[in-house]
């Protein structure tokens, strides 16, 4: 009888190996090539808002709006107790149109309040804030309103896709 051969490597084991090897190579080529984070220092015109200023100015706008959202604690406690009676009111059973008209404008009114609250308490300090910090406030307020404005995009165009839809079956259900 002849003795069985041996094999130096397991023939899966092999494959194990290559496979491993392509793996570090792929994960080793892209963190070589993989582009460098930009290294903000302070006075870099591409840094998010608040870099290029100190450690002493940033806090100072953060007391200011700390201060602006304390001020206006009451107005903002006042806006969510109206929110939880506009919601009350549209769960009531049966429906009352009127009670839920008047939570909606009682939630208005409250939002007004609260916006005012804060916005006179940030505006009686913008003027102890220098130009840098001032215009670190301006970028943060304008990065909202971008972020408000791409969520009011996406309604008109919800808006116009169903305008479409019902102009092309008038018989779904009419706003």
């Known amino acids: 009888m002849s003795d069985p051969q041996v094999r130096r490597f397991p023939f899966w084991l092999t494959l194990s190996v290559l496979g491993n090897l392509v793996l570090v190579g792929l994960l080793a080529g892209i963190f070589l090539n993989a582009p460098k984070r930009p290294d903000w220092g302070r006075g870099d015109p591409g840094a998010p808002p608040g870099f290029e200023l100190s450690t002493e100015e940033r806090d100072g706008v953060r007391q200011l709006m700390r201060a602006s959202f ?3 604690r009451e107005a903002l406690e006042a806006r969510r107790a ?56 301006a970028r943060i307020m304008a990065g909202n309103m971008e972020k408000r404005g791409k969520a009011g995009e996406r309604l008109e165009k919800w808006r116009e896709r169903r305008k479409e839809r019902l102009e092309g079956n008038p018989d779904e259900g009419a706003p």
Request: charge should be negative.
């Open 70 to 72: 304390e001020a206006g």
């Open 82 to 137: 109206a929110e939880r009676r506009l919601a009350d009111a549209l769960r009531a059973e049966p429906y009352d149109e009127a009670a839920a008209r008047a939570a909606l404008s009682s939630l208005r009114e409250a939002d007004r309040l609260a916006r005012d609250a804060v916005a006179d308490r940030m505006f009686d300090g913008l003027d102890e804030l220098n130009p840098n910090q001032r215009a670190m406030v």
